[in-house]
Every structure is written in structure tokens, then in C-alpha cells.
């Protein structure tokens, strides 16, 4: 029977000496016990080394995992599901620009020793900060997907960069929402041509290890009662964790084609900007297990969150806004929700009221110049979270330093590019300086996206811990590695800080 850490201050203790601490590990971190005592502690294997843990701080039930990786400039999420091995299902949720995402995955599934098959990936729109992290793991033939997920719009070369509109110029129609679909128009190279995310969807469609590659949104998943669902996760298929899709917003013709609206630049204006479009239309989830419930926001911007609160509010174009929060609220409030645009600051107040979370996961890149987050935004997340002190995590700043040991490495790396730099040394010498400071490089850039930057979140739906890992351990009879907030639900006031932190 697998075993996970308990909620709580749980610690690894010293083989030899069970009162002296050692490591402090999460809640829900999986435990490879090896033995027990019948005085109360369990021996456990942990990497090559073995521990004594308190039995105690041992429990059967798995929490739901997500978390927000620091993928550089860009979102990528990593969501894995409460069932133990093999019957877990992982979801990847974008996936950044670079390769952050890939080495990240290459740690945390057993660097690539054995095969590992993924639940889906979802591509929330065709903006290469959230797909182009995906082509790596795509190519990789020890990975593979039951499913691959997008908005439906499918980039192509050309002047009609996602196909023809209707009559009236205000709708996209040609929409790929099935595998043969979209592998028709794919299967042509002059339509891909020098386009990066026809490559990676191409990439997706023929490697053979990808099972379908399918659109998502309110028309396209598993309908049931009104509402749109990804498939597998309906209340009837998954009745305690359900995912549902509240965007993109399929608005059918009269021949029940479905469209999606383009977006202007503006709120209200009819042109057509294509990336505040493909943007708008991001992937929309609202996941829920048990009582927790957390929103993936996408890259929404000011005409797509007009566009939804009106939709899901009731309201048409001429009423103000605010006039739509209250009922929106019902389809869209959410404890936490993975931040809108890395930090930009183009959301609606009304947009934050109705989801109202008590928690902010804020994706941005390290060198950038979108100014992600931004300050005026972070103080509008606080003024319209819910509670007193809403917390705000940005993977950018919880990752602003190196740790204190990559200094010798840091030192050889410049040496070599000393080294390299040396005028008139031959290509044949300098080709193992390259690949060395390769080498290092991605060892330099692992250690931090493994371990700083990234926000951790579990829950069992009834309690819920937000964690991330300090740069430098506390030391001390109890050492610290983890920044851990712990809430509890409570059912008149949702979830509520257990500690006040």
C-alpha cells in the first residue's frame, strides 16, 4: 500500500539517531517505506539514502498536486491527480518557451530511464511562450499522450494567418477541431511552412506517440448538463475532481458552424488583432476537487474577459460591466487561479471580482521586457482578492537568486568562455569547450527550475497547503526548506489560513 507524507511539519530523521532532524518534506510526497518499528517509526528509502519517519506523519490518501513551474517567459503547469501509480493521471498545462519544462519533467519522472505516458497536454493558444516548451517533449520518445489539447486555431503561412473569416469579417470559421481535421491541413508543407506551432502540432500528429490532438471548448468536450468538461473529468466519469471548460466560447452560425469572435485591440472595437484573439480564445479550465476549486486563466486579456463576463453574466453589450460579476461569479469563482497574462495589466477589475480567489500564481519570464508582473497589477490582485491578505506568488521573484554551490560552477563557465574566446585557436579545439559549457549550463539552469521558483499546491479538498522552496534552508533543531501556507474549508467562509502567515 503506498504511503505519502501527512499534512503538517514532517521531517526525515538521522538512521542512526531518530530525535535528530534531517529534511523536511511535503505533504504528499511519496514515501518508499522499507519497515516499521513497533514503537511507532518507519524506515524509508529516500534517493540512496535512508531515514526514520514517524509513522505518524505517514498517511494512505494522496492530495492533488499542481504545480506552477518557472518555465522562464511563459506558463507552464504541471496538474497530477490524487490516484497512486500507475492510475494517476498527470497533465501538463502549457509548457513556456525554452526547455525549462522539459528538464523539469526529465527530473521529476526518473530522468527519462524508463517510458512514461502522460494524460494530455493542453496547449492553451498558439502563443509560443506557452507552446514551443512542448516541441522537446513531443520529440522525446520516452514520453507520450493519450491526448493533446488546443483552442482550435490553427496557424498557418499565408496572409489569412488563421484561415478565412465569415461574411461579416467578425468570426473565425475555420476552426480544426478533430485530430483528422487538423492532421488534413497539416499534412500539407506549404501550409506549415517556416511556422513553429504548425511544426509542433505536426510533430504531435506523426511522432506515434500522441493519441489524438482535439480542440477544447464550450462546444468541444464532453457536454453534459449545459456545461462543456474534458473528457474524463464529467461528474458522472470523475464525480470528486472535474475539469471544466469555460473558454474558448464556441458562438455556432445558424448552420450550427462553429466560430470563435475576433477580438479588437480594444474592448468593443471590431478589428481584428490577431494576437489578442488567439489570447482571448485561451483554453478556460475550472478545475474543482471536492471543495478547492482553481481557474487556469490562460492568456486572457480586457476583450476576452468583457466578452466572458457578459457571456456567463447574462448581460448584453449596452449594461456596464459590474453588471455581470454577481451572476458570472457562479460559473467562474475559484480559491486560486493561475494568473491572466503573466502580470499584465490588461484585466478588468470586474474580471477579478467574480473570480475573487484568496490565492494568485503569477507565471513570468526572467528576462523580459513586458515588465511581468507588473506593479499596478499586483496591487489590483490584492485590492480584489478575497480576504484581508490574499496571497500573491510570482515564480519570478520566489526564484531570484542561485543557490550558494553553483558558484564553483559558475566559475568554470567562465573560464571556458575565456577559453573559447582565445583568438585563433582552431574550431576542432574549442568544439569540447562548447560542449562542456553546454553542459554546465543546463545543469546550472536544472538546479533552479527543479527546485526554486516553482509554486507547489496540494490538496484533499478539505485542506490545501501553497508551498514553495526557500533559496537558503533555515538551520536549527527543525530545518526549514519549505514556505508553506495551510488553509482549511470551512463552510460558511470557504477556505480559511489555519496559521495566519
Known amino acids: 500500500m503506498p504511503r505519502f507524507a501527512a499534512r503538517g511539519d514532517v521531517y526525515l530523521r538521522d538512521i542512526a539517531d531518530p530525535k535528530k532532524t534531517v529534511k523536511q518534506i511535503l505533504w504528499g510526497d511519496w514515501l518508499n517505506i522499507e519497515a516499521e518499528t513497533e514503537d511507532g517509526w518507519s524506515k524509508v528509502k529516500w534517493g540512496k539514502d535512508r531515514y526514520w519517519i514517524r509513522t505518524s506523519d505517514c498517511e494512505h490518501e494522496r492530495p492533488l498536486e499542481v504545480m506552477f513551474i518557472d518555465v522562464g517567459q511563459g506558463d507552464g503547469c504541471l496538474v497530477v491527480t490524487p490516484k497512486s501509480p500507475p492510475d494517476e493521471r498527470v497533465i501538463l498545462i502549457d509548457a513556456g518557451e525554452g526547455d525549462n519544462m522539459y528538464r523539469f519533467i526529465r527530473w521529476r519522472f526518473g530522468k527519462l530511464k524508463k517510458k512514461f505516458n502522460f494524460h494530455a497536454a493542453i496547449v492553451t493558444h498558439p ?3 506557452h507552446y514551443k516548451g512542448f516541441q522537446k517533449l513531443f520529440e522525446e520518445k520516452q514520453f507520450s499522450f493519450d491526448r493533446v489539447y488546443h483552442n482550435g486555431i490553427a496557424e498557418r503561412e499565408g496572409a489569412d ?14 476552426l480544426r477541431p478533430t485530430d483528422v481535421s487538423i492532421r488534413s491541413l497539416y499534412a500539407d508543407a506549404e501550409v506549415r511552412g517556416r511556422k513553429l506551432y504548425p511544426k509542433l502540432v505536426h510533430t504531435a500528429l506523426t511522432g506515434g506517440r500522441v493519441g489524438a490532438v ?12 449545459g456545461r462543456s468538461w474534458m473528457p474524463g473529468f464529467d461528474p458522472d466519469a470523475s464525480p470528486e475532481l472535474t475539469i471544466e471548460i469555460l473558454g474558448p466560447v464556441v458562438e455556432p452560425d445558424t448552420h450550427d458552424t462553429p466560430r470563435l469572435r475576433w477580438f479588437g485591440d480594444t474592448v468593443g472595437s471590431l478589428g481584428k488583432d490577431p494576437g489578442k484573439t488567439k489570447n482571448g480564445h485561451s483554453v478556460l479550465l475550472r478545475l474543482c476537487y471536492r471543495n478547492f476549486t482553481l481557474l487556469f486563466g490562460g492568456d486572457l486579456n480586457r476583450p476576452a474577459e468583457d466578452f466572458l463576463l457578459r457571456h456567463y453574466g447574462g448581460i448584453g453589450d449596452g449594461p456596464p460591466l459590474a453588471d455581470a460579476v454577481e451572476k458570472a461569479r457562479k460559473r467562474l469563482r475559484s480559491d486560486v487561479i493561475k494568473s491572466c497574462h503573466h502580470g499584465s495589466a490588461d484585466v478588468t477589475d470586474e474580471f477579478l471580482r467574480a473570480v475573487s480567489p484568496f490565492a494568485f500564481g503569477v507565471s ?7 515588465v511581468h508582473p507588473r506593479p499596478d497589477l499586483l496591487g489590483r490582485l490584492g485590492r480584489h482578492g478575497r480576504g484581508e491578505a490574499p ?3 510570482c515564480t519570478e521573484i520566489l526564484r531570484s537568486t542561485r543557490e550558494t554551490e553553483d558558484k564553483k560552477l559558475l566559475r568554470r563557465l567562465q573560464a571556458l568562455d575565456a577559453l573559447i574566446e ?6 576542432s579545439d574549442k568544439k569540447p569547450l562548447r560542449t562542456e559549457r553546454a553542459a554546465l549550463q543546463s545543469k546550472l539552469a536544472e538546479r533552479n527550475v527543479e527546485i526554486y521558483g516553482a509554486i507547489t499546491l496540494r490538496t484533499d479538498g478539505k485542506h490545501l497547503a501553497i508551498a514553495f522552496r526557500m ?11 519549505w514556505q508553506i501556507y495551510w488553509f482549511s474549508h470551512d463552510e460558511q467562509r470557504g477556505f480559511v489560513s489555519e496559521h495566519g502567515e
Open 391 to 393: 496571497l500573491i506568488l
Open 161 to 174: 494567418v488563421f484561415g478565412p473569416s465569415d461574411a461579416t469579417g467578425r468570426y473565425l470559421t475555420d
Open 364 to 370: 513570468s519570464g526572467d528576462e523580459e521586457s513586458h
Open 214 to 225: 482535439e480542440m477544447l471548448s464550450t462546444r468541444h468536450g464532453r457536454e453534459q448538463d
Open 471 to 481: 533559496e537558503r534552508e533555515r538551520k536549527g533543531k527543525s530545518p526549514k526548506r
Open 422 to 427: 582565445i583568438p585563433n585557436t582552431p574550431e
Open 127 to 129: 502563443d509560443q511562450d
